[in-house]
């Protein structure tokens, strides 16, 4: 998938996050994975995942900007609601079981960055803004990408009830 081949209405939410993000400073890159990658996105029903690789920690007051940004952007365009993005530093992006800030649909809840999405991003993966491969994020083996689905079916309902941010 090229960026030429994202929808119009999706194209320019993901312009205006970027535009966001970088006058915020602290951007290392936007990733794009999931369905919307991969070819198999409804625009009925499917989300947009997005992994966002910044430079730093992000402390609360940076985590209120990014919530301030997402509730503009979410006022202003139908497929906002529909954004999942995760924030991580690439010093972090190592550690499966670690919580990052994450824009929910239309909150700001916390979530990791699993095996799982890693692997997806390394498969098929695109970079919307910054370098390839995302800085941080390693290449998952198969084996440990099996490991990492056993416990990731077990706790579907974390995927519909994220952890709140703290």
């Known amino acids: 998938m090229d960026r030429s081949d994202l929808p119009a209405d999706i194209a320019r939410l993901l312009g205006r996050l970027r535009d966001g993000l970088l006058v915020r ?51 202003s365009d139908d497929p906002a609601g529909r954004l999942h993005c995760l924030y991580v530093p690439g010093q972090a992006a190592t550690d499966p079981a670690r919580l990052h800030p994450y824009w ?14 890693r692997a997806e991003l390394a498969s098929a993966g695109v970079a919307l803004h910054g370098p390839w491969p995302p800085p941080g994020v390693v290449p998952v083996s198969t084996a440990i990408s099996r490991r990492g689905v056993a416990p990731a079916s077990r706790n579907v309902s974390e995927v519909t009830h994220p952890a709140p941010f703290g």
């Open 104 to 117: 929910y649909g239309d909150r700001m809840t916390q979530w990791q960055l699993k095996v799982m999405t």
């Open 25 to 75: 400073g602290g951007l290392a890159g936007i990733y794009l994975y999931g369905s919307l990658a991969t070819g198999d996105f409804s625009p009925a029903r499917s989300d947009i995942d997005l992994v966002v690789m910044v430079t730093g920690e992000l402390d609360r007051a940076a985590v209120a900007e990014l919530r301030e940004l997402h509730a503009a952007l979410a006022g």
